[in-house]
């Protein structure tokens, strides 16, 4: 979980969640997703109420949910974000008085369905939201209609906001937001080395960057540049 820390702010929960302020829509890739980054970025400038976006694991939802998030808190927007997957365990009470934001962002919230009461707590936290006329923002692996949701009021509720789906990206595309990574923290990620990481590593878009940071300290602190002999070595691949 996270929040801007400005005095008056409600009561701070103890969820943590990194935030990743580097995740902004400029550095957002993948072709087929432009136009939806586009929506979304042209939806949070209109306050649109519910935001319900959508897509497989590496498809670039919590890029864009950071991005979300920095967008708000730079306009002096009090923000709740919250990874539920990174949650130890869900409860009724989650959600209490996270009204008092001003928007409420929440990743995965898959992990919500198929239990009546986490259905129950996320039902009252959007009609409270909404009252309130407060933004919630949420992701999910897929639309509202191929998913298990016991509530059908909250089925319901989640249909009726913006929907956006992202595509998975191709592994060109993986391999050139790699690069592009890479040169924003400052070093050179070439080819032969860029393909070796997309070989041996999963491609899941996170677990690619998490290689990239392992290695930008690995070379920082050995001073050298990255070869693939180099990468070998500080992966034990």
């Not at 519910?50 to 998030?69: M, P, R």
């Not at 009021?153 to 989640?158: A, E």
Request: hydrophobic share 45%.
């Amino acid at each position: 979980m996270k929040r801007n820390s400005d005095i008056g702010q409600p009561q701070q929960l103890t969820l943590p969640v990194k935030l990743r302020q580097d995740f902004t829509f400029d550095n957002f890739l993948g072709a087929a997703n432009t136009k939806n980054s586009h929506i979304l970025s042209h939806a949070l400038s209109n306050e649109e109420a519910f935001i319900y976006l959508c897509g497989e694991q590496g498809s670039g939802k919590t890029h864009l949910l950071n991005a979300c998030c920095n967008i708000l808190e730079a306009k002096h927007k009090r923000v709740m974000f919250i990874s539920l997957k990174e949650l130890d365990g869900l409860s009724s009470n989650l959600f209490d008085e996270l009204e008092m934001f001003d928007a409420v962002i929440l990743d995965d919230i898959d992990t919500l369905f198929e239990n009546s009461e986490t259905e129950v707590a996320l039902f009252d936290l959007y009609n409270r939201l909404k009252l309130a006329e407060k933004m919630l923002i949420v992701s999910a692996a897929g639309p509202v209609a191929n998913q298990c949701i016991i509530l059908a009021d909250l089925r319901s509720r989640l249909g009726a906001g913006l929907l956006l789906q992202l595509l998975r990206l191709t592994d060109d595309e993986k391999m050139h937001a790699l690069q592009s990574r890479a040169q924003e923290k400052g070093f050179f990620l070439g080819d032969d080395v860029a393909a070796y990481v997309m070989k041996r590593s999963g491609r899941n878009l996170g677990e690619l960057f998490n290689v990239l940071d392992t290695l930008d300290d690995a070379s920082l602190s050995a001073k050298r540049r990255l070869t693939v002999p180099f990468v070998k070595t500080v992966l034990g691949w």
